[in-house]
């Protein structure tokens, strides 16, 4: 598929600021693909979008959107949609009022699209009513009504979930998901959740200090979770024994004075406990983990302050 966003070594330095706010940060994000950008407040996401679409120049590397260097000039951007973390909307205009003006300020010329801008993000029904008087679910889709509506190649999106109720939440996931995989949109957006990245990016990367510590595909961070049988047994000198020569096992890790997990041997628990027993050890505790990405995030940025 053909890489619509690429950063390469991407930099902001701001003045007064002893670390740079981003770091050498190069993603790459093709047509149809989800990538979901991962950290905690202050990790550098939102100065990374903004340099992406050119509202903050930036002090090192480049953008290059759509095959081009990014110049600094609006060129490109028609074909971009960006919804900012807190969009801001005329309080005064009503929702189609918003759409019909955005059309005629981002310059787009193709078929009115209100109508079915208006029923994809189920804003129909407040066609009439002012923004001012939306809740803040309802003004965070009419953002994403005013991205989308030119009909982007690239969709950006800064904390698009901030305000939205878990109803809103599913509706936003399907319809990311629908404007990538159906449509062919690059979608790019920014979360410090966890859960909700996972769910729909095809690639993750993670954010820390400025800096992207990992970016990998999402299926192949699910393989990197590891599983393990978690042991407290006793005496555990004698079951590393057993575990070691016996079993050949190698693939373990010490907890603490009692506890042993072992990997890669999950689908064999009640067989390991019976060995185990069988020796004349005393099994205290067994019980199967699965490491969450949730831990993984949390192992990765540990003991890295931003
Ligand atoms: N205009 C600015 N001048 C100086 N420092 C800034 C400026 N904008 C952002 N920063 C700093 O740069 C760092 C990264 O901020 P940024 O907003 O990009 O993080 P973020 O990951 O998007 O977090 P958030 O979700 O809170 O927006 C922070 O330490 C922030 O204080």
Redesign the pocket.
């Known amino acids: 598929m053909s890489t619509v966003l690429r950063t390469i070594g991407l930099t902001?330095r701001?003045?007064?600021?002893l670390t740079p706010?981003?770091e050498d940060v190069s993603i790459e994000v093709a047509a149809g693909e989800i990538y979901g950008f991962l950290?905690?407040?202050?990790?550098?996401?939102?100065?990374?979008?903004?340099m992406i679409m050119g509202l903050?120049r930036p002090t090192g590397g480049e953008v290059e959107l759509f095959g081009r260097r990014l110049e600094g000039g609006s060129e490109g951007f028609a074909r971009i949609g960006f919804l900012p973390?807190v969009p801001g909307h005329y309080p005064q205009l009503t929702v189609a009022e918003h759409l019909r003006l955005h059309s005629r300020l981002t310059g787009y010329a193709g078929p009115d699209r209100t109508e079915e801008t208006l029923s994809l993000l189920g804003l129909s029904e407040v066609r009439d009513v002012r923004a001012g008087r939306l809740s803040l679910g309802l003004r965070q889709r009419l953002g994403l009504a005013r991205a989308i509506l030119h009909g982007p190649e690239l969709l950006v999106l800064?904390?698009p979930t901030n305000g939205v109720d878990p109803a809103g939440l599913h509706q936003l996931r399907q319809l990311l998901l629908d404007l990538a995989k159906q449509r062919g949109m690059a979608v790019l957006l920014?979360s410090?959740l966890l859960g909700e990245v996972q769910q729909i990016a095809d690639r993750i990367g993670i954010?820390h200090g400025?800096r992207l510590l990992q970016q990998r595909a999402a299926a192949e961070l699910e393989r990197t979770l590891r599983s393990c049988v978690e042991l407290r047994v006793e005496p555990l000198e004698q079951a590393l024994v057993v575990l070691e020569q016996k079993l050949g096992i190698l693939d373990y890790e010490l907890r603490d004075s009692r506890t042993i997990r072992i990997y890669g041997k999950t689908g064999q628990s009640s067989e390991l406990a019976r060995i185990l027993v069988g020796e004349g050890m005393e099994l205290r505790e067994l019980k199967v983990r699965h490491d969450s990405l949730e831990d993984y995030y949390l192992r990765l940025i540990g003991g890295k302050g931003?």
């Not at 701001?14 to 600021?17: G, I």
């Not at 950290?39 to 903004?50: D, E, I, P, Y």
């Open positions: 902001k701001y003045a007064k600021r706010a981003v950290g905690q407040n202050g990790a550098g996401k939102t100065t990374t979008l903004r903050v973390e800064d904390e920014s410090h954010m400025g931003a």
